[in-house]
T-cell receptor, first 117, second 118 residues
């Protein structure tokens, strides 16, 4: 069975602070995919990133960066110099397959990030 | 269409009534997923379609829930004899779903249908 744990439930920071959102996953698959989605107050989930289990390179996209470590089964997300617009619920998710059965995403419970001006 | 469209956006119903929720996926997306999100909770998988077939219905919580997809396009989620615990946002997502396509397993979500059962 697949499982995603986001132990932090709510995080509050002041604008311009850096913040890291933790994600730990469990799977028996040797090939799998990890995702982060953002759900702003409007409610619609927005795709942020997908990584496959064979690519452990860290990725940076503007103020966002992701740290994937297979040794600790973690896929953490860091926002540098946070902004009020970053306020949202962030979900980490895991998929066992690229297509077909077991391609569904298993989500963590989400982390509510509040960035105060 | 350009995005995943869901209707209605809001539905208020009385306990015991049946409801139908509709999802129009992105044109050409062969995979379609339904999820449920209760207030303040994560996303709970309900059912997955590849084309018009549903190889994974493991998340449907009871036999009051059913879904179909036609024309490899529109999907309808039906909840019969609604109960108060069915109150949630029902999210639909679609993806390319075919190997060889970049981003085949990247799900694009609709805005959801908020169901309130009184």
């Amino acid at each position: 069975a697949q499982k995603v744990t986001q132990a932090q439930t709510e995080i509050s920071v002041v604008e311009k602070e850096d913040v890291t959102l933790d994600c730990v996953y469990e799977t028996r698959d040797t090939t799998y995919y990890l995702f982060w989605y953002k759900q702003p107050p409007s409610g619609e989930l927005v795709f942020l990133i997908r990584r496959n289990s064979f690519d452990e390179q860290n990725e940076i996209s503007g103020r966002y960066s992701w740290n994937f470590q297979k040794s600790t089964s973690s896929f953490n997300f860091t926002i540098t110099a946070s902004q009020v617009v970053d306020s949202a619920v962030y979900f980490c998710a895991l998929s066992g397959r690229y297509t077909g059965a077991n391609s569904k995403l298993t989500f963590g419970k989400g982390i509510t990030l509040s960035v105060r001006p | 269409g350009a995005g995943v469209s869901q209707s209605p956006s809001n539905k208020v119903t009385e306990k015991g009534k049946d409801v139908e929720l509709r999802c129009d996926p992105i044109s050409g997306h062969t995979a379609l997923y339904w999820y449920r999100q209760r207030l303040g909770q994560g996303l709970e998988f309900l059912i997955y379609f590849q084309g018009n077939s549903a190889p994974d219905k493991s998340g449907l919580p009871s036999d009051r829930f059913s879904a179909e997809r036609t024309g490899e396009s529109v999907s309808t989620l039906t909840i019969q004899r609604t109960q108060q615990e069915d109150s949630a946002v029902y999210l639909c997502a679609s993806s390319r779903g075919l190997a060889g396509f970049p981003g085949a397993n990247v799900l694009t979500f609709g805005a959801g249908s908020r169901l309130t059962v009184l």
